[in-house]
C-alpha cells in the first residue's frame, strides 16, 4: 500500500473517531431539525410555485429550490440584462404570492454562467444589480436564501487562461480581483438579509480532495481552481455573523458506503479548512456547514451511462431502493442541516417518473434518523454482489457493439470543398456518406435518437475533410436555449455540438487509455479542441489550426470541417492507411448518438471506428 492510501485511511479514521467530537466543539448554535429539499431538472419557477404549490407539497421534502425564468438564475450572464431586468423585477410580486404551507425552506439557484469581465466595474455593476433583484425575489418568497452551483454550463468564469485580459494580467492579479468581487457578491445577499444561507454545490471540499490525490498544490488551489476560490474567499471574508455558507458536498452523489459520509463530514468540517488562507479560518469555523446530496437517477437506474462503478444495473428493485434508504439515513446523519436531492430524469411535481420505492425510502431514513434508530442492516455484500453482475451485464452489451468501418475517398483537385457550412458541392451528391448515426449500447438494446444525423468524410494529401447533416426539426428552440459559449475552448458540450475524435498515431486500438484528439464544434461554428485519454483530458494546451464553417436550413444544421494532416501528427495520408476515429453528436441536455457505437460515454478510444484512406 502506498503512502497516499494510507494517508487516506488515516483521514477515514479521524473521520469515524471524531465526528462527534468535532460538532461538540462546533461554534455552531445548537443543531437544528435535518430537512430534504430539491433541486432538479423539474426547475419549478416562483410561478409554477404559486399556482401549484398544494401538489408541490405533497411531496417528502422540506423544501424547493426554485428557478428564475429567461435567464435570471444566471447571475454572471449580464449580455441581455436590458431585456432580463424587467421579468426579473416581476418576479419578487410573483414570489411574494406563494402560500407555502408544508415547505419551509426553500431557495433560489443561481449559475455560474458568464459573459462579464472580472475587471470591468460597469460589467459588475449589472453583475451586482441582477444579483439584488435575485435577493429580493428571494426574500419576498419568505427562502431561507441562495443556492450557488458554481459549475458554468456555459463561458467559465474560473478558468484563468480563458478570461480576456490572461495575456496582460498575472493569475495571482486575476485571483486578487476575483476575491474583491467576492466580497461585493457576498455584501449585495447580506444586505437586509444578516441571516441567509448560501448553499454551494461543491464548495471547499473539492479543493481539498484534489489535494490529497496530490493534483493540486500544497494548499490545494492551483491555477485551475484558483478563481473559484478567491471567489469563495472574498464571500467568506466579507459574511456577517448570521451568514450560513453550506458545503453541499455533490460527491456524494456516488457514495456506497456510510464511511463515504463520515469522511466527507470530517473535510468539511476540518481537513477542507486547509485549503483556506490563515487569516480566514476562524470566518471557516463560524460560517461553514456541511450539507449532502442524494442523486436519485444514480440509484435508480435511471441514467444513460454503464461505467463499471455504476453498480445499480446488477441490483434487483429491492437493492436500490434499501442503497437509496442507506444513502438518504447517512447523509442525513452527517449534514448539519441539509440534504438535496437530485434528479434529471423525474419530476416531483407531475408525478411522472417517480420510481417504485423512492418515497418509502426516503419516509423510512427520515423516521430512522428523528427516532434515533439505527439504519438495521449492511450493503456491503449487495454491492459485491452487484459488481459482479454489472461487470457481466457490461461485458454482454459491449459484445453487441456495433463498431463500424469505412473507406473514405480521396478528393482531387477540382473536388476540395469550399469550407462553408453550404453543402452544395457535387461530391455530396455523387460519394458515399457514412452510416445513420446511433445510440448507445444498452442491456436492452440501442438507445432511442429522435432525428438523423449522418456525416462524410474524404481527403487530400493536406487535409482530412469532414462535413455533418444534423436534421432539427426545431431550430429555434436549439437557437435560444442551447447553443452555449463563444469563446474557443468554452464548455460547448452543455449544448448541441458534434464531436470528432481520432487516436493519435502509434497508440493501442484497444485500449482505454490510449491518447486521441478530439475536437468540438457548435451550432454557432464555436470550436473546442484538447489532445485527451479515454480518462480525463491530458491537456488543453494542444490548440491546433483547423477550419470549420456552420450553416442552418430550415431543418437541419450542417458542418464543414477541415484538419491539416500535420496537426494531428500523420506524415503519410496515403491509400491504405487506417484511421482508428468516431463522429458523434450531443442534442439538446442528453439525446447522444455516433457513427461507431459506444458503451458508455463518448470518450471510448477503444471503441472508435475504423477509416481507411481510399483511392481517387
Known amino acids: 500500500m502506498n503512502k497516499k492510501s494510507n494517508f487516506l485511511l488515516i483521514i477515514l479514521g479521524l473521520a469515524l473517531l471524531t465526528s462527534a467530537a468535532v460538532a461538540q466543539k462546533s461554534t455552531f448554535p445548537s443543531a437544528p431539525a435535518k430537512k430534504m429539499i430539491e433541486l432538479g431538472w423539474d426547475k419549478p419557477s416562483p410561478q409554477y410555485a404559486r399556482d401549484h404549490i398544494a401538489q408541490m407539497e405533497k411531496a417528502p421534502l422540506n423544501g424547493v429550490v426554485l428557478y428564475l425564468p429567461g435567464g435570471g438564475s444566471n447571475v454572471f450572464d449580464i449580455q441581455n440584462w436590458p431585456k432580463e431586468k424587467p421579468l426579473l423585477e416581476s418576479q419578487s410580486l410573483i414570489a411574494a404570492d406563494i402560500h407555502w404551507q408544508k415547505f419551509t425552506d426553500n431557495f433560489i439557484r443561481l449559475y455560474a454562467k458568464s459573459s462579464m469581465d472580472w475587471f470591468s466595474d460597469a460589467d459588475w455593476e449589472k453583475v451586482l444589480s441582477k444579483l439584488a433583484l435575485i435577493c429580493q425575489a428571494a426574500k419576498a418568497a419568505r427562502c431561507k436564501g441562495l443556492v450557488f452551483d458554481g459549475e458554468p454550463y456555459g463561458f467559465s468564469p474560473w478558468g484563468y487562461s480563458q478570461q480576456k485580459w490572461a495575456a496582460e494580467k498575472s493569475n495571482a492579479e486575476y485571483a486578487a480581483k476575483v476575491y474583491q468581487r467576492g466580497q461585493q457578491f457576498m455584501n449585495v445577499m447580506q444586505k437586509d438579509w444578516p441571516d441567509f444561507k448560501l448553499l454551494v454545490l461543491s464548495q471547499y471540499i473539492g479543493a481539498y480532495q484534489q489535494m490529497l490525490m496530490g493534483k493540486s498544490s500544497s494548499n490545494g488551489v492551483d491555477v485551475s481552481q484558483s478563481l473559484y476560490i478567491a471567489f469563495l474567499n472574498g464571500m467568506l471574508d466579507a459574511a456577517g455573523k448570521g451568514v450560513e455558507m453550506i458545503d453541499g458536498n455533490e460527491a456524494a452523489y456516488y457514495y456506497t458506503a456510510p464511511a463515504d459520509f463520515y469522511q466527507a463530514y470530517w473535510m468539511i468540517r476540518q481537513g477542507a479548512r486547509n485549503v483556506v488562507p490563515d487569516n480566514l479560518k476562524a470566518k471557516y469555523d463560524q460560517h461553514v456547514r456541511a450539507a449532502s446530496a442524494l442523486y436519485v437517477d444514480q440509484i435508480f437506474d435511471m441514467r444513460d451511462i454503464m461505467e463499471q462503478s455504476y453498480l445499480t444495473k446488477g441490483m434487483t428493485p429491492q437493492e436500490r431502493s434499501d442503497w437509496f434508504e442507506q444513502n438518504a439515513y447517512y447523509a442525513l446523519q452527517t449534514s448539519d442541516e441539509y440534504v438535496w436531492l437530485y434528479s434529471e430524469k423525474m419530476n416531483w411535481w407531475t408525478g411522472k417518473g417517480i420510481p417504485d420505492g423512492l418515497v418509502s425510502s426516503i419516509a423510512a431514513a427520515k423516521t430512522k434518523v428523528a427516532n434515533n434508530q439505527e439504519l438495521g442492516y449492511d450493503m456491503t455484500d449487495v454491492f459485491l454482489h452487484?459488481?459482479?453482475?454489472t461487470a457481466e451485464i457490461i461485458k454482454a452489451t459491449a459484445a453487441s457493439l456495433q463498431r463500424r468501418s469505412a473507406t473514405i475517398p480521396r478528393l482531387s483537385a477540382e473536388q476540395?470543398?469550399?469550407?462553408?457550412?453550404?453543402?452544395?458541392?457535387?461530391?455530396?451528391?455523387?460519394?458515399?456518406?457514412?452510416?445513420?448515426?446511433?445510440?448507445?449500447?444498452?442491456?436492452n438494446g440501442t438507445t432511442p435518437v429522435s432525428v438523423t444525423t449522418r456525416a462524410f468524410v474524404a481527403y487530400n494529401a493536406q487535409n482530412l475533410y469532414i462535413a455533418f447533416r444534423c436534421d432539427e426539426p426545431n431550430m429555434k428552440a436549439m437557437n435560444a436555449s442551447r447553443i452555449i459559449g463563444n469563446e474557443h475552448d468554452s464548455d460547448i458540450w452543455h449544448g448541441d455540438s458534434v464531436d470528432m475524435f481520432l487516436l493519435k498515431p502509434g497508440q493501442p486500438t484497444d485500449d482505454a487509455n490510449a491518447v486521441y484528439y478530439h475536437f468540438i464544434l457548435n451550432p454557432a461554428n464555436t470550436q473546442w479542441d484538447s489532445l485527451d485519454t479515454g480518462i480525463h483530458s491530458a491537456t488543453r494546451d494542444f490548440q491546433p489550426k483547423w477550419q470549420s464553417a456552420v450553416h442552418q436550413d430550415a431543418a437541419a444544421w450542417n458542418v464543414e470541417i477541415a484538419i491539416p494532416w500535420k496537426e494531428i501528427g500523420i506524415t503519410n495520408a496515403a491509400p491504405g492507411l487506417q484511421l482508428h476515429l468516431n463522429l458523434t453528436r450531443k442534442r439538446g441536455a442528453s439525446e447522444c448518438s455516433s457513427w461507431s457505437q459506444f458503451l458508455t460515454r463518448f470518450q471510448?478510444?477503444?471503441?472508435?471506428g475504423v477509416m481507411i484512406l481510399g483511392k481517387n
Open 386 to 389: 452487484a459488481k459482479e453482475r
Open 416 to 443: 476540395i470543398p469550399h469550407i462553408d457550412g453550404i453543402l452544395d458541392e457535387k461530391i455530396y451528391q455523387s460519394l458515399p456518406w457514412l452510416d445513420t448515426f446511433i445510440g448507445f449500447a444498452r442491456p
Open 604 to 608: 471510448e478510444p477503444e471503441n472508435f
